[in-house]
């Protein structure tokens, strides 16, 4: 019985293995795609290096806080509740040199060329200045315009009565039947 189990495992590893050498030595490769190009050092730097090196951040003094101030305008704020007025969460709308607004959340960049960042929203103002460095600029939100006032004409003016109907203001007409007066 040894010898039968023996004989069955040696038979089993070299079928085994003339089926993995089979496919390995017989089985067709993919193909590489026409577009693949070797690998070198020279494609290996194709990007923008300004990008991954920014420039120095410059400071924003004072005096170019109302030129800062004068180029944005706030549209709308989604503020934190007033409960909890320090989280830095909300999104403000605003609209930088007259283009569509972005919405902006706190510590993100307004501008994209410059280093100015949201520095806190509150329900009708956002704070704006440089991430490093000192001065700010608020932008408020604009008021609700005021409501229309006004009043309305009379109803009897602006309902008239069908025709062969009594008119308020002058009585029945003639000929009117009797059971209408």
Do not use: C, Y
Not at 45 to 64: I, S, W, Y
Not at 80 to 109: C, F, H, M, W, Y
Not at 129 to 148: E, V
Request: charge should be positive; hydrophobic fraction near 45%.
């Amino acid at each position: 019985m040894l010898s039968r189990v023996s004989a069955f495992v040696v038979w089993a590893v070299v079928a085994a293995s003339l089926a993995f050498w089979g496919l390995r030595l017989l089985a067709r490769s993919a193909d590489v795609p026409g577009d693949a190009l070797p690998v070198s050092m020279g494609h290996a730097v194709r990007g923008d290096l300004a990008r991954l090196f920014p420039a120095p951040v410059k400071e924003t003094t004072v005096a170019e806080q109302p030129a800062l101030a004068s180029r944005m305008k706030l549209i709308g704020v989604v503020a934190p509740p007033r409960e909890n007025p320090t989280a830095e969460s909300g999104i403000a709308l605003i609209s930088l040199d007259g283009k569509p607004p972005r919405a902006v959340r706190v510590g993100q960049r307004v501008d994209r060329r410059e280093d100015i960042v949201v520095q806190s929203i509150a329900q009708t103002r956002v704070v704006v200045g440089p991430a490093a460095g000192n001065g700010q600029a608020t932008l408020t939100l604009a008021g609700m315009p005021a409501p229309s006032v006004g009043s309305l004409p009379p109803a009897e003016r602006l309902i008239e009565p069908p025709p062969g109907a009594p008119n308020p203001q002058f009585g029945t007409p003639p000929g009117t039947p009797p059971d209408m007066r």
